[in-house]
């Protein structure tokens, strides 16, 4: 236990010096508040992203609070997880891999009463980075042309708050509070005529999100569940200096002036699944997720919003013929998942589309284990100068199980 | 089992810093792009064109004899007189010998040898006459100052001691040689021979100085000559019975540049630019044809004023103006190649009654010219003159007095040649003024 608690506080501290750094650069990045994370726990990478409908029992679910009322009494949970993306950007004329390594989210969960519980997560929630070199512009009103050369970093933080009770066998609820925030920068120099100008900004984002969430088992096969992401506005305001450059003289147009910007728009998303146990060992959940961007009215300043469809199927298998044999208890895992995306690009969707495949190793007699899951998607496409990103992943993560308040008979 | 799961995330962590970086290649929605920062070219501010004549220029030690007349379609008669004064660097004959042989000294021939300095306007197949007349007063300038002014003038005798007509190679050939005349050659021998004259005083006194003049009557073009290797070359020889004589020479030359002006002038009457004003004013380009003008030597400049230039200010509240340049077009015709234009155009900043405070900058502080766009294209309705003027304009703009500077623009060799432009005001037909403002929203 001792040693346990060490592990821990190292991978706390490993984890969150690596947190702050945004190291996804994807083109739609420049959108919204970054590209955002899929920052999932335990098995969930690996079946398609799918669960809603799942408890909590073996390792902290995140995409339903009420999942919170199945966490096992007297244990705590914790989960880490890291992802290693190589991504294969293509337009019409060419194509570019690139590989990059990101922390993927850091969780606690333990129960509260009998039937309760609460868990606590820091993941990240978008990334900003980006990069644009010497991209040739046309000038509003004439003929003539600039150039643009930019850079994108930071990005947002989800801090999340949850809790779920269960009322009896069949129905549990909860409910959690998602602290969002951090900042962006963005410099971009634009090349016009003779001369450089160059803008940099940095925005602050905070703001609050609540999720409802709730889980009903019609039988102990069969769970239908729901979530409620409310719809929630996230302050922004930007930290801005303007710069010229004009015959290597430099001019100091504005220097980190404060200022309001249009505020980030979440909306209403609204999810629903099943999970469904076959024969023992065959568990399968699929997952509708419809998310109301339309009615944000977001600002132009993020881009066009188009309301969002998600789609996530997984299954889960293990032989469970004996579970004192370890390669019985290993579950394999498979999933897919197909978005619409909520980006409207030159009138084009950014959809994404993956699959999914994964491992769970156990670790020592308890509920711990390893989850190594590998995907393949597809994000945008190729036409209208869109970018179409291949994308091979390996998530892993750590779903570690401790029982607590419980003396051990024999050490 | 721990141990290694912690080391697998210890390395994936450290990894992470080596994230591949985006050589930012890949960029969607360049529309997207233009929403926060607004990129926009101002092409409607007011730019007022005028022409004005300074006073006089001065043109002495410009290092050319300037000479030559032509009569201008536009600009009427042009004319350049060249006055200046000679001297030696010995004012003896051969002295190699004895005295007694200077006695055998004989006087052959007197000539100006001129060299081209590859410097011409005008119609060079026509032939050009000038003579060379002697000043009558030395080569002094009349008022205080050291200088002398394309408007400045020394009195001269009729006679004429050479001339010349001939036509013009100024780059095929080096230089024209014109025998001048017999008389004045030996009368100079003679002064020298009697040791009247021995130092540049005591011939500075007897000969003051050379005017070149043109011929009104049938010259065509100006050409230009070079100041220091230009000379008067006196001939003689020593006599020595039936023996072959002995060639010797003794060169006059233009030792003093300050002491050589070119007297340029030129009648307008006829011309659209008749009545140009005194010099503190100005001609509006509405009177002339929607044309500006330029003329080296004769003093005409353009001027070019931004009367709503403070209204921009009100524009970049949520924005700056990051550069601005100007493109000026010479008026179709106005330029041939008898008539060639100059590959750039000096500026001026100038007040309202034309008086110059200095070149134009950029904002490092270095003068900036118009650089001609040779990009000739069917109608040639890309050559101009472009002058970066994003600088000029910030200050104007921002200058918190209501004084207002104008551009005055001029050619490079204004005091040495006479070379001309016909610039298009913003409403002419077919060769406008382009005033393009850069400004960008944040």
Known sequence: ????????????????????????????????????????????????????????????????????????????????????????????????????????????????????????????????????????????????????????????????????????????????????????????????????????????????????????????????????????????????TVKTVADDVVTTVESNVVSDTDDYYMPLEMGIGISKRFKNNLNMTLDYEKSLWNSTNQSELYGNFVNQDRFALGFTYSTKKNVRKYWDRIQYATGVNFDTGYLEVDGKRVNNAAISFGVSLPLENTYSALHISYSYGQKGTISNNLIKENYHKLSLNLSLDGIWFVKRKID | MHKFILMLFLAVTVISCGTDSDAGEFVVGSDYLAVGNKVILIDTVTVEMSTINFDSLVTSSQNRILIGNYEDPIFGKVKSNSYFQLASSSYALNTSGSDTETTNYVFDSIAMVLKYDNYYYGDTTKVQTFDIHRLTQKVKPNTDDKSFYNNSSLTYSDESLGTISYKPRPIEKD??????????????????????????????????????????????????????????????????????????????????????????????????????????????????????????????????????????????????????????????????????????????????????????????????????????????????????????????????????????????????????????????????IQLKIYYISY
């Open chain 2, 175 to 432: 230089s024209i040689n014109i025998k001048m005349s017999d008389a004045f050659g030996a009368a100079l021998f003679q002064k020298l021979k009697k040791r009247e004259i021995t130092d540049f005083d005591s011939f500075n006194e007897y000969l003051k100085g050379l005017v070149l003049v043109p011929s009104t009557s049938n010259s065509a073009s100006v050409v230009g000559f070079h100041v220091t290797t230009s000379k008067v070359r006196l001939y003689y020889s020593k006599y020595q019975g039936d023996a072959e004589e002995v060639p010797f020479i003794l060169d006059f030359t233009i030792t003093d540049a300050t002491k050589q002006f070119n007297a340029i002038s030129s009648d307008k009457r006829g011309t659209i630019l008749e009545n140009l004003p005194v010099s503190s004013s100005k001609l509006s380009s509405a009177l002339t044809n929607r044309q500006g003008f330029i003329q080296s030597g004769s003093g005409v400049a353009c001027r070019i004023d931004f009367p709503n230039v403070k209204q921009l200010k009100h524009i970049s509240a949520n924005g700056a103006i990051v550069d601005a340049q100007i493109l000026l077009k010479p008026v179709t015709n106005s330029f041939s190649e008898k008539y060639p234009l100059a590959d750039s155009l000096k500026v001026y900043v100038g007040d309202n009654l034309n008086r110059l405070s200095g070149s134009l900058v950029n904002s490092a502080g270095t003068a900036v010219f118009g650089i001609l766009n040779k990009k000739s294209d069917e109608f040639n309705e890309n050559i101009g003159y472009t002058i970066p003027i994003g600088a000029f304009l910030q200050k104007e703009m921002l200058k918190a007095s209501d004084s207002r500077s104008s551009l005055i623009l001029t050619l490079p060799a204004i005091s040495k040649s006479v070379n001309r432009i016909v610039l298009g005001d913003q409403k002419h037909l077919n060769n406008k």
């Open chain 1, 1 to 240: 236990m001792k040693s346990k608690i060490v592990y821990l506080s190292g991978f706390i501290l490993l984890s969150l010096t690596s947190f702050s750094q945004s190291i996804s650069s994807s083109p739609y990045s420049l959108y919204g508040v970054g590209s955002l994370y899929d920052a999932d726990f335990g098995v969930i990478p690996s079946i398609g992203s799918s669960g809603i409908a799942l408890p909590s029992d073996t390792f902290i679910n995140n995409l339903n609070p009420a999942s919170l009322g199945y966490l096992p009494q007297n244990h705590f949970m914790f989960d880490v997880g890291g992802k290693a993306i190589a991504t294969t950007y293509e337009n019409s004329s060419k194509s570019e891999t690139r590989n990059n390594f990101q922390f993927s989210h850091i969780a606690f969960a333990f129960p509260v009463t009998k039937n309760s519980s609460f868990s606590v997560a820091l993941k990240p929630y978008s990334s900003a980075a980006f990069k644009i070199s010497n991209l040739k512009l046309p000038i509003e009103n004439s003929q003539d042309y600039y150039y643009l050369t930019a850079t994108g970093s930071g990005g947002l933080n989800n801090f999340d708050f949850s809790y779920g009770y269960r009322f009896g066998k069949k129905l549990s609820v909860g409910a959690s509070a998602a602290l969002l925030f951090g900042s962006t920068n963005d410099s971009r120099s634009f090349l016009i005529l003779n001369s450089i100008t160059n803008i940099q900004k940095k925005t602050h984002y905070n703001g609050l999100r609540a999720t409802l969430g709730a889980q009903y088992k019609i039988d102990s096969t069969f769970t239908i569940a729901t979530t409620f992401k409310m719809p929630t506005q996230i302050k922004a305001s930007k930290v801005q």
